[in-house]
C-alpha cells in the first residue's frame, strides 16, 4: 500500500511583472522561493475535507507577484 505524504488540491496562480534580473541574483534566491512556496502548501492550505467543513473551496490557491 502507498501512502501519499499530501491529500491536498492548489492551483498555482502567477502575476509577475516584466523585469530584468541578474542571473546570479535569481540563481540566489531560487531556493529561498522555493521554500516559501512549499512552506504555503505544506503549511497554510488545508486537506478538501477541512476545506470544505469551513466553507472553503475544495482547492486552496498560492498566489506569486512580483
Known amino acids: 500500500m502507498y501512502r ?4 491536498k488540491m492548489v492551483e ?3 502575476s509577475m511583472k ?5 542571473k546570479a541574483v535569481l540563481e540566489k534566491l531560487y531556493d529561498l522561493i522555493v521554500h516559501l512556496v512549499r ?6 492550505i488545508e486537506p478538501p475535507k477541512t476545506r470544505q ?5 475544495e482547492i486552496g ?6
Open 4 to 7: 501519499l505524504k499530501f491529500l
Open 12 to 14: 498555482p496562480v502567477g
Open 18 to 22: 516584466r523585469s530584468h534580473i541578474d
Open 39 to 44: 512552506n504555503a502548501f505544506e503549511h497554510g
Open 53 to 57: 467543513t469551513n466553507s472553503k473551496s
Open 61 to 66: 490557491i498560492i498566489t506569486l507577484k512580483s
